[in-house]
């Protein structure tokens, strides 16, 4: 009797497609997803971008600009990328600041004037402190910078540290002999040398992936020049996430209608009378679309609200981008509905791509801790335009005229969606 029951399960479950593809199909992409972007560099980060200022100017700031720059956990450069024949015009603290704030690099280190002067925190409160400026949307990002710029400064300049904490230890034990001030000296000048040999190479069986720190032997001061004048910058950030990827159930489960009114007769009643497959289509888009629009309205308005997301300060990007978004993923809801015989059949292949087309495009894990590969991979998403135009707009408040290239994508991905629907459509006009 069990064995029956048990047969009777899996004959069940063989017959139903949608339910097979969502038991073993499912998992199966989801490891394989996770599975790249955590695992594929061995748990490490991707090199973190940073723009280097070296308002210094002097032999130790070169040392550790050179030190950051060969630093394989980092991409420092101490110029944005120039006009092909032009020449590459170095960071300033203002133009660093504004890289930050675009997203062009994820920290900015300040290496302020008097740095060569006072290196480290050996010589007391009087000593130079670096600027790192932050984007607190990636909140790894800083404490990683910090904790390489300690191992680039011990690569770079040991003389220095070790003359430094030399006078601190002279002038905490009272002083010292003139005998070993001279083993001291002699060990900064072997220091010195040997420096001049390596250059600033990574020593070998170093990692770049170190632990943070939150004190080291170079001292900076951390200032987040995107959300510091946010009132719930996470928030901010997560919110369109979110919502982009609700929106995609919603727009499916409202273009399954179509699937319900051909099981029960009522599509062909409704085709035999002025109405058209065209119009029928056009009709179901824009109800899926209004309805994902008041969704994401009332989402971002309980935001507002209840988390103090900015909502009415960037009224107007936020309807171009609701709007670009809304027509993207009802255009795939339809896409998605046409392409299925049933409502069980609609379910598991709506659960899979909206599911992976999530995870690949930032609604579940941010796609700037992804490897390099799934970020492109990312891009085929609309998930990942979307998140992209209302980062824009909410994070980084760029006016709306920096918006076009996601609010074309998207436009052109509903489009695409579209045309697709109404070409697997035809089966019904043809029955």
């Not at 603290?93 to 050996?122: L, M, Y």
Request: hydrophobic share 50%; glycine share 10%.
């Amino acid at each position: 009797m069990i064995l029956s029951i048990v047969r009777t399960g899996f004959l069940n479950l063989r017959r139903d497609r949608g339910a097979l593809m969502l038991s073993f199909v499912v998992p199966i992409a989801f490891f394989s997803i996770f599975a790249g972007i955590f695992g594929s560099r061995g748990g490490g980060l991707n090199p973190v971008s940073v723009a280097v200022v070296d308002e210094d100017r002097s032999e130790v700031s070169q040392r550790l600009v050179k030190a950051l720059e060969d630093e394989s956990g980092l991409r420092a450069a101490a110029a944005p990328e120039a006009a092909k024949g032009a020449a590459p015009v170095p960071y300033d603290s203002r133009s660093a600041e504004a890289a930050v704030h675009a997203g062009d690099v994820s920290v900015a280190v300040v290496i302020p004037k008097g740095f060569g002067n006072s290196p480290t925190g050996f010589s007391g409160p009087g000593g130079a402190r670096l600027r790192l400026l932050t984007d607190s949307s990636d909140p790894v990002a800083a404490q990683v910078v910090f904790g390489l710029i300690q191992k680039a400064a011990i690569q770079s300049m040991p003389d220095l540290l070790t003359s430094e904490e030399m006078r601190m230890l002279d002038r905490l034990s009272g002083g010292l002999t003139p005998g070993q001030r001279a083993r001291i000296d002699s060990t900064v000048v072997r220091l010195r040398e040997y420096v001049a040999r390596r250059g600033t190479r990574p020593i070998a069986g170093t990692k770049s992936e170190i632990e943070p720190l939150s004190g080291g032997l170079i001292s900076a001061e951390i200032r987040d020049v995107v959300g510091e004048n946010k009132k719930n910058p996470l928030v901010a950030f997560y919110a369109a996430g979110i919502g982009v990827m609700f929106l995609l159930f919603s727009a499916s489960a409202a273009g399954g209608a179509i699937l319900d009114e051909s099981e029960s007769g009522t599509l062909d009643r409704i085709l035999s009378s002025r109405v058209t497959m065209t119009n029928l289509l056009l009709g179901k888009w824009v109800y899926a679309a209004l309805l994902g629009f008041t969704q994401l309205t009332v989402m971002f308005l309980w935001g507002a609200f209840a988390f103090q997301v900015e909502l009415f300060k960037h009224l107007d990007g936020f309807l171009i981008m609701a709007t670009a978004t809304v027509l993207a993923s009802s255009g795939l809801g339809l896409l998605l509905a046409t392409s299925c015989k049933t409502r069980a059949q609609l379910g598991a292949l709506t659960t899979l791509v909206v599911l992976v087309m999530s995870a690949l495009g930032g609604s579940m894990v941010p796609r700037f801790i992804m490897p390099e590969a799934l970020q492109k991979v990312g891009l085929v998403t609309f998930n990942a335009w979307a998140i992209d135009g209302f980062t824009k707009v909410f994070w980084r408040e760029e006016p709306v005229s920096h918006l076009w290239p996601q609010v074309l994508v998207l436009v052109g991905a509903a489009a695409l969606f579209f045309a697709i629907a109404r070409r697997l459509a035809r089966r019904w006009e043809v029955a």
